[in-house]
């Protein structure tokens, strides 16, 4: 049973940039794919990026070309280095198991504390 700590989050400036990290207390090696997810307050969650154990990496239309995620198995820790930060990017930001889809169901039965972006306008 992994445990997921979310951690790197902040108070930034549109435009500028973030890298949160998510660090699993057991190896995520059994988790074909993570992933990085996001809530506002008042919406509903979304998932932003994922990534399988191959490396194989698949994002939202709304982060495309200014998220990264990435995966460090070794080091039981999935990444998401966030650039050009929009206000719209404001939420509270989890790492999760994930569908490939982006539009499939998300997990229901452990989520972490997450992490505050706040991005400023």
């Known amino acids: 049973q992994v445990q997921l700590v979310e951690s790197g989050g902040g108070l930034v400036q549109a435009g500028g940039s973030l890298r949160l990290s998510c660090e699993a207390s057991g190896s995520i090696l059994s988790i074909d794919v993570m992933g990085w997810y996001r809530q506002a307050p008042g919406k509903q969650r979304e998932l932003v990026a994922v990534i399988n154990s191959g490396g194989s990496l698949k994002y939202a239309d709304f982060v495309k070309g200014r998220f990264t995620i990435s995966r460090d198995n070794a080091k039981n820790t999935v990444y998401l280095q966030m650039n050009s930060l929009k206000p719209e990017d404001t939420a509270v930001y989890y790492c999760?198991?994930?569908?490939?889809?982006?539009?499939?169901?998300?997990?229901?039965?452990?989520w972490g504390q997450g992490t505050q972006v706040t991005v400023s306008s």
């Open positions: 999760n198991e994930a569908p490939w889809n982006l539009y499939g169901r998300h997990p229901t039965d452990y």
